[in-house]
């Protein structure tokens, strides 16, 4: 079973950036990868997905702001999150497409002023 742990979280201001990674203890080279976040209370929801092409699809509320990317020699995927806004605050995940490994820990991120 493949172990999942995220990366880069932290606090930043409204229109801040951070890079979240997650690093994977196997290859992912054959999945396609997702990020997904959750808030306290809610369900788990698909925030950008690549797949093993290098197609990207992204949660149409952070198009434009969130760029996701891969790196297979070194079993890890990326989330580049720019502009980020209040309502981006929750944890952040990262899992195959769809899900299929076991949860991480998760990245929190905190968009406050």
């Known amino acids: 079973q493949v172990q999942l742990v995220e990366s880069g979280g932290g606090s930043v201001q409204p229109g801040g950036s951070l890079r979240l990674s997650c690093a994977a203890s196997g290859s992912i080279s054959r999945f396609g990868m997702g990020w997904y976040r959750q808030a306290a209370g809610k369900e788990r929801e698909f925030v950008a997905g690549?797949?093993?092409?290098?197609?990207?699809t992204y949660k149409d509320s952070v198009k434009a702001r969130f760029t996701i990317s891969r790196d297979n020699a070194k079993n890890t995927v990326y989330l580049q999150m720019n502009s980020l806004k209040p309502e981006d605050t929750t944890v952040y995940y990262c899992?195959?497409?769809?899900?299929?490994?076991?949860w991480g820990q998760g990245a929190q991120v905190t968009v406050s002023a």
């Open positions: 690549i797949t093993t092409y290098g197609t990207t």
């Open positions: 899992n195959t497409l769809p899900a299929q490994f076991l």
